[in-house]
Each structure stands twice: as C-alpha cells, then as structure tokens.
C-alpha cells in the first residue's frame, strides 16, 4: 500500500478516536501536512519537521509523502546527536555498494544538529537497522559543511548533499539506489511513532523491488523477515 493512502488511513483512524485534532483535513491531500505546520517560524515545528534556519517553509517541496503529525512538543529542546545510533556519511559511492551487496536501498537520513525529531528516528527506526547488519543506513547534516564523497567520486558537503536530493527539511529519510537515484518516495517528518514503523517497511521493499527493476508495488515485507 503506498505511503500516502498508509498515512491518510492513519490519520482517519486517530481523528475517529479523537486522538489527533483535525487529522481528518490533514488526510485529503499529502501535502497539507507539510504545507500547514509553520507560519514564518524557524526550528521545530508541531508537524514533525524542522526546517534549516535559513529556509522559509514555503519554499518547501510538497511533492515527496509528509507523514502524520508528530505528537511531540515545538517546546522540546533538541538532544545530542546519538553518534553511535547512526553513522554519518562519508562516501556515498562505498556506502551504496555495500547497499547493493544486502541487495537493499542505501537509507539516508537527513538531519539538522537543532532537530528535535531526528533522535527518535535515529533511535527508534533507523539504529535497529543499522544493528542488525542487514541494511546499509546512513546520516548526514543538511547543515554541514564537512567534506563528503559523493556518488560519482566528486567532494560535496552536507548543505550542497541535500540540495542536490531535494531535501528541505529534518528529519528526511532518502532510499537510493548506486547512482543516488531514489527508489521509493522519502520520508518526510517524524509523523506518528505507532505507524512510522510501517512506512519505513514500504519504502525499503518499494525501494529493493525498484532495484529488482519492478514498479515498486509489490507488498511491504518487514524489517524483521
């Protein structure tokens, strides 16, 4: 099932149970979530994203799948980066050949160091992953400057990385195949952590069946098989 109708379903069913106020507008279009959750205000927003100090919300995409809304508070002061959780990004060639030998997607999750949202992301998701040794899941900062390779051996940054990939705001988690291509829409967001899960699980096996050279409509295997 694709990203958007999981998360619309998602919201339909908290707004029955009056768990998520006026998630049933948040459902009837994909983009509303990400277009409604600033007002000119930089930092964390209470739609789970938190855009770079230097970026007006609405020059955010709309195109790619924003989760739910985060139930986590704008109040909520960003953590320390768990450096163990998730390795950063150090050349983008290596990490996607290693991908494609566990015969998965590269994930890349973007982040910003003032993010309040990546922790549990970082933690929750994505450092299982990395644990289990089947998946090659990599971080870099939308914000940075240190040197990375890229895919076809060139040095970039973090902040020219993510332009490049489309990605605006944090927490962002890209699925790409050896040449840095997207094979499953990202996710956008910390949306909602009962149904994050899920959506993560698609897009891996939206991403493996696109690397398969199917159309990425085959249903979601989990993380755990």
């Known amino acids: 099932m694709p990203a958007v109708t999981l998360a619309a379903k998602a919201l339909a069913v908290l707004s029955m149970l009056g768990g998520v106020p006026g998630a049933a507008n948040a459902a ?3 983009g509303d979530d990400l277009r409604s959750v600033t007002s000119g205000r930089e930092s964390a927003q209470p739609g789970g994203v938190t855009y770079p100090r230097a970026v007006s919300s609405s020059s955010a995409s709309t195109a790619s799948t924003a989760l739910p809304a985060s139930p986590l508070s704008r109040d909520v002061k960003a953590p320390a980066r768990e450096s163990a959780a998730v390795p950063l990004a150090t050349d983008f060639a290596a990490h996607a050949q290693r991908a494609k030998s566990l015969d998965v997607p590269l ?7 003032d993010c309040v949202y990546c922790g549990p992301i970082r933690q929750r998701e994505l450092a299982p992953l990395v644990r289990s040794g089947k998946y090659e899941v990599r971080e870099i900062g939308m914000d940075s400057t240190a040197a990375v390779r890229d895919f076809d051996g060139s040095t970039t940054t973090g ?3 993510a332009r490049a990939h489309g990605a605006k705001v944090s927490p962002t988690v890209l699925f790409l195949d050896t040449n840095g291509r997207p094979v499953a829409e990202p996710l956008i967001g910390a949306g909602l952590p009962d149904f994050y899960g899920a959506y993560l699980d698609n897009a891996i096996a939206r991403g493996r069946a696109r690397l398969h050279g199917g159309n990425g409509n085959s249903g ?6």
Not at 107 to 113: F, H
Not at 220 to 225: C, E, F, L, S, V
């Open 28 to 30: 009837s279009t994909p």
């Open 107 to 113: 994930i890349v999750l973007v982040s910003l160091r």
């Open 159 to 161: 902040v020219a990385w």
């Open 220 to 225: 979601a295997a989990t993380r755990r098989d």
